[in-house]
């Protein structure tokens, strides 16, 4: 017989199904390219990596993508943990972690899915937190950059994203 211990507070992580719906619409490219908004910063490269170090140039090897993509991923889940407070299914937490990594958390400077510029929390996150969890998955919808030329791209990644929150 095995008994495990746990201190502490257990957190989900993204199942199989949750990195396969961030690597389907990520893409990996070795070659680091421009922001499709700007046309420029922030450079992108591997399975949607940015920041320091990345920018015109910036070429990674297979290995390095992937070690990237798991610790963006650790980082997303870690968010999502930190700031959801009602009980998840596996496939809302997997939601969750693919549209923050997707839009970001937020800051003072740019509205995310935890934060907006205001400092509330956006619409999602709090139906999410309320219980709602119809109104949360509506609020997936939201995030999709209208008018702009990767608005087609985002309304599928939140379909897909709702598929899974719903599933």
Do not use: H
């Amino acid at each position: 017989m095995v008994v495990l211990f746990f201190i502490g507070e257990m957190t989900m992580q993204t199942s199989k199904r949750g990195v396969d719906l961030i690597k389907q619409f990520e893409s990996c490219k070795l070659v680091a390219y421009p922001d499709p908004k700007t046309g420029g910063d922030p450079w992108t490269v591997g399975w949607g990596a940015t920041g320091r170090g990345i920018g015109r140039g910036t070429i990674w090897e297979q290995s390095q993508a992937d070690q990237r993509l798991a610790v963006d991923i650790a980082e997303r889940e870690a968010i999502v943990s930190a700031n959801v407070t009602v009980p998840m299914t596996q496939g809302q937490f997997d939601a969750m972690v693919s549209i923050v990594f997707n839009v970001g958390a937020g800051s003072a400077s740019r509205d995310g899915i935890i934060r907006l510029k205001d400092g509330r929390p956006s619409t999602l996150l709090r139906k999410l937190n309320a219980g709602d969890y119809e109104g949360a998955s509506l609020a997936f919808d939201s995030w999709v950059s209208p008018g702009s030329n990767v608005e087609k791209g985002l309304r599928r990644r939140r379909a897909a994203e709702r598929a899974v929150f719903e599933s």
